[in-house]
Structures are given as C-alpha cells and as structure tokens.
C-alpha cells in the first residue's frame, strides 16, 4: 500500500514563503503522476500541482501560476511544493496525492496523504 507523508505546513505572514514536502513509500510503479491538492474551510477541495515521473512534466493551477512551483527529488521519493507570494486565500489543508495514471484530477487520484494544514495570516 503507498504511503505519502507530507510535512512543512505552518503559519506564515502574507507575501511569505512555505515549502511542503510528501515522501512517496512502498510506490511499485516506474511512472505516475504525483502533486498536491488543497482544501480551504468552506470550499471543494482544488487541484494546486503536480509533476509527471516519466516527462517531468508539471501542471499548475491557474490561480498557483508563477508562485507556486512543484518539484520532484526521485532519489529521495519526494515531491515538493515551493509557495511563494503567499496570500490569506492560500489558507488550506494541502494533501499530497498520487495518480497511477497520466491524468491529473480529484476523479484520477489513487492515493491521497493525510494532508498538512497551511495558514496565511498576519
């Protein structure tokens, strides 16, 4: 059973920055999709980003672009989200999350981390 442990969650000040993590266990598959998802209090949880391990491909939501940026240390099975410019919208839970496949959406994901819990707040 895949296992994904996020970390580095907290609070931090309006045009801050944050760098989340998610360690990727027991992944049987050479290639998936990998990124992150959050869920602010009150609304659907969102598509953030997430990285292809075969392409490198990335993918970032509209509202993310420039500001956000995924990456992926194959080495160490990890996947990280480096947020920047960071506004009070982007108070979230964000959950690590894994898509056997190429496609990327709430509907495609196959295993979801427990999520780690982001404020934005002055």
């Known amino acids: 059973q895949v296992q994904l442990v996020e970390s580095g969650g907290g609070v931090v000040q309006p045009g801050g920055s944050l760098r989340l993590s998610c360690v990727a266990s027991?992944?049987?598959?050479?290639?998936?999709?990998i990124g992150w998802f959050r869920q602010a209090p009150g609304k659907e949880r969102e598509g953030v980003a997430s990285?292809?391990?075969?392409?490198?491909?990335?993918i970032c939501g509209e509202s993310v672009k420039g500001r956000f940026t995924v990456s992926r240390d194959a080495a160490k099975n990890t996947v990280h989200l480096q947020m920047n410019s960071l506004k009070a919208e982007a108070t979230a839970v964000y959950y690590c999350?894994?898509?056997?496949?190429?496609?990327w959406g709430e509907g495609y994901i196959d295993y979801w981390g427990e999520g780690t819990p982001v404020t934005v707040s002055s």
């Open positions: 990285i292809s391990t075969s392409s490198g491909r990335t």
């Open positions: 999350a894994l898509s056997c496949g190429t496609s």
């Open positions: 027991r992944v049987t598959l050479d290639y998936y999709r």
